[in-house]
C-alpha cells in the first residue's frame, strides 16, 4: 500500500521539487537535471523517510523562513534526530562544527587516508547517502572511502567482516553481525525507553580507556578473558581481530592463582 502511494506520488514529488528549485538559487537549477532528480526521487522512495512522510521539502525547505535549502545540513537533521546529532557533535568527527569551524577532512588528518578523499567535508552525508539513508553502506563502505590505516583495511580479512556480510538485513544491519560501527558508533537504549535503539555517533567516546570497548561491545558476545587479551595486544588491534588472542594477560593468571588459592584453602 505504501509503496503503490509512493509511487503514485513519484510525479508530483518530482514536480514539486521543480518548483523548488525554480525558486531556490539558479545556480543549484542549472546544475541538476531532471534524470538526476529522478534517480534521487527513486532512492528516496525506498527510504525510512519516504515510509514515515518525511519528504522533499522536510530537508529543502526552511521550517520558519520557508526558504529553499539547496544543501541541507546536520542543522537540518536536528529538529528530527536530536540524539544522533548530538552525539555526532562531541566526536573527533564532528567536533569542528560544534566548534563553527569548518567542517573536518581527511587533509587535516594524521592516521593515513584514501588520497582521492582528501577534501570530503564531514558532516551527515559523509557516511549516509542521505536520499536512501541506507545504513548498512554508512557501516563499512562509508568509512573505507576515506580510512586507509592498516586496522581499517584488515578489516576485510576478519571473521567480523565475514559475519557482516552474510547478514546485510535492512533497515539496520543484523545485531549479530560486527562492523565497523558495531565497534566505533555502538548502539544504546533510548535513557526514557529501553525499546528505542539509537546509534552512539560519538567515535571518540568508547576509544578511552581501552576497556570501554569491552564492556560497551566486545562482551555481548565474547568472554571477558578472551575481550581483553584481544583488545590489549596492539598487533591484533592492527590486524583488525582477524586472527584469535595470543597474548595472556598477567593479572587474569593473578586472579586465577587467587581463586584457585581460596578454593583450595592453602594457606600462604
Ligand atoms: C533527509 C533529508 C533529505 C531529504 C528527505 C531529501 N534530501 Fe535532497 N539533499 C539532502 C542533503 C543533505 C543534500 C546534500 C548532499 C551532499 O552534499 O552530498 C541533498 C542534495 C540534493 C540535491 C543536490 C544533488 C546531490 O545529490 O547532491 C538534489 C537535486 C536533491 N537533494 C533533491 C532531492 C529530492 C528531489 C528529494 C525528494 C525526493 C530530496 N532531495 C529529499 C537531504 C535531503
Ligand atoms: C522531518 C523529520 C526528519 C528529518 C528532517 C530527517 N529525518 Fe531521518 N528519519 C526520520 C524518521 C521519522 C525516520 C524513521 C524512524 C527512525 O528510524 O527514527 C528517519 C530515519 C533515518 C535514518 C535511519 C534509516 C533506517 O533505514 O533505519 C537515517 C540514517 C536518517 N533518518 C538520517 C537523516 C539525516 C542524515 C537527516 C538530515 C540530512 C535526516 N535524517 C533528516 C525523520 C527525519
Ligand atoms: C569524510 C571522511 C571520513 C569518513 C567517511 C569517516 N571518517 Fe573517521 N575520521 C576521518 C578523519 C579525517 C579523522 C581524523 C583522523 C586524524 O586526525 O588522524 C577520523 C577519525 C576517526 C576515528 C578516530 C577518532 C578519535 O577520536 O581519534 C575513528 C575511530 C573513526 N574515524 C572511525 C570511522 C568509522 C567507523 C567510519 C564509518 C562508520 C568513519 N570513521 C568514516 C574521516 C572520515
Ligand atoms: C561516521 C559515519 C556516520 C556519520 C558521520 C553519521 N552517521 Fe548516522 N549512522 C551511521 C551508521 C553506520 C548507522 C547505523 C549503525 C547501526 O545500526 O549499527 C547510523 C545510524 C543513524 C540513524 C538511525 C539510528 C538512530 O540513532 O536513530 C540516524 C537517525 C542517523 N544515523 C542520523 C545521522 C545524522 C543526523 C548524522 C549527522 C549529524 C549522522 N547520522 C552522521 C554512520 C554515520
Ligand atoms: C571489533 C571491533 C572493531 C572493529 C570491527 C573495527 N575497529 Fe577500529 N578500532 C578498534 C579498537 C579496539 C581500536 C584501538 C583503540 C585504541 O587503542 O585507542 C580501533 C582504532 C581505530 C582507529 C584509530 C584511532 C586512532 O586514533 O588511532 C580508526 C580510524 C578505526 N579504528 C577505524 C575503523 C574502521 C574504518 C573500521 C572498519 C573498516 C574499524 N575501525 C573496525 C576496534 C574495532
Ligand atoms: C555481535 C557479536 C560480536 C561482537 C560485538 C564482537 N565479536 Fe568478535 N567475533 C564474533 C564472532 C561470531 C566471531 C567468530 C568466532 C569463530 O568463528 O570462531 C568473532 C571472532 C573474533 C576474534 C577471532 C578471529 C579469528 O580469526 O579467530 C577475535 C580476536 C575477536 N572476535 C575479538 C573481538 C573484540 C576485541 C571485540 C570488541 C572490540 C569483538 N570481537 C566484538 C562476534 C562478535
Redesign the pocket.
Known amino acids: 500500500m505504501m509503496s503503490y502511494l509512493a509511487r503514485w506520488l513519484r510525479p508530483f514529488v518530482v514536480i514539486s521539487f521543480i518548483v523548488l528549485l525554480v525558486v531556490g538559487p539558479s545556480s543549484m537549477a542549472s546544475a541538476t537535471t531532471e534524470q538526476e532528480l529522478n534517480d534521487i526521487s527513486s532512492l528516496w522512495q525506498t527510504s525510512a523517510h519516504a515510509l514515515n512522510d518525511v519528504n522533499c521539502a522536510s530537508c529543502h525547505q526552511n521550517e520558519e523562513t520557508k526558504e529553499f535549502v539547496a544543501v541541507p545540513n546536520?542543522e537540518t537533521?536536528?529538529s528530527c534526530?536530536e540524539?544522533?546529532?548530538d552525539t555526532?557533535?562531541l566526536s573527533k568527527?564532528?567536533i569542528r562544527l560544534l566548534e563553527d569551524k569548518s567542517p573536518l577532512t581527511p587533509a587535516m588528518a594524521r592516521l593515513p587516508m584514501q588520497h582521492d578523499a582528501m577534501q570530503n567535508q564531514?558532516?551527515?552525508n559523509?557516511?549516509?547517502d542521505v536520499h536512501s539513508?541506507n545504513?548498512v553502506e554508512?557501516?563499512v563502505d562509508?568509512?573505507l572511502t576515506c580510512h586507509n590505516d592498516q586496522h581499517s583495511l584488515n578489516y576485510q580479512n576478519s571473521k567480523h567482516a565475514e559475519l557482516f556480510a552474510s547478514s546485510k538485513d535492512l533497515p539496520?544491519?543484523d545485531s549479530g553481525a560486527v562492523?565497523?560501527?558495531?565497534c566505533h558508533?555502538p548502539?544504546v537504549a533510548d535513557e526514557f525507553d529501553e525499546a528505542i535503539?539509537?546509534?552512539n555517533?560519538n567515535?571518540t567516546y568508547n576509544l578511552k580507556p581501552q576497556d570501554r570497548m569491552v564492556g560497551d561491545v566486545c562482551m555481548n558476545c565474547h568472554g571477558v578473558e578472551y575481550s581483553y587479551n584481544s583488545i590489549f595486544d596492539p598487533e591484533l588491534v592492527e590486524a583488525n581481530f582477524a586472527q584469535p588472542p595470543k597474548l595472556e594477560l598477567q593479572s587474569f593468571d593473578l586472579m586465577k592463582a587467587a581463586e584457585k588459592r581460596r578454593t583450595s584453602n592453602a594457606p600462604e
Request: hydrophobic share 35%; net charge positive.
Open positions: 546536520h537533521c536536528q534526530h540524539q544522533a546529532v555526532f557533535l568527527h564532528g564531514m558532516n551527515c559523509a557516511c549516509h539513508a545504513t554508512a557501516s562509508a568509512c539496520r544491519p562492523s565497523c560501527s558495531t558508533l548502539r535503539v539509537h546509534v555517533h567515535n
